[in-house]
């Protein structure tokens, strides 16, 4: 079994930067994606940013120039630098990694942008 654990929320004024950490442990083996997801209350979650284990990325509009993922295939860890962070990014942050077409997630990381 695999489990996902993130880090690095907090509260960041507009224009500002964030840096997101997800590890994955246990039995990773097969592991594919990793992938940053976002929810606010009466919302669905949102993809925000992924990446495979080739490195491959895909990005949600509203972050495209701003965010950026990264992978360390040797340490399974998946890093989501944000910046330009706007109020609208505000919310709870899920790191999630798929192993042989299985979804693991991580407990959410709040990300709070405001003045």
């Known amino acids: 079994r695999c489990s996902c654990r993130a880090s690095g929320g907090g509260l960041v004024q507009p224009g500002g930067s964030l840096r997101l950490s997800c590890a994955a442990s246990g039995s990773i083996f097969g592991l594919n994606y990793m992938t940053w997801y976002r929810q606010t209350p009466g919302k669905q979650r949102e993809l925000v940013a992924r990446?495979?284990?080739?490195?491959?990325?895909n990005y949600a509009d509203s972050v495209k120039g701003r965010f950026t993922i990264s992978r360390d295939n040797d340490k399974n860890t998946a890093v989501l630098q944000m910046n330009s962070l706007k109020p609208e990014d505000t919310a709870v942050y899920y790191c999630?990694?798929?192993?042989?077409?299985?979804?693991?997630w991580g407990k959410g990381t709040l990300v709070t942008v405001s003045s």
């Open positions: 990446i495979d284990n080739g490195g491959r990325t």
């Open positions: 999630n990694a798929v192993i042989w077409g299985v979804d693991y």
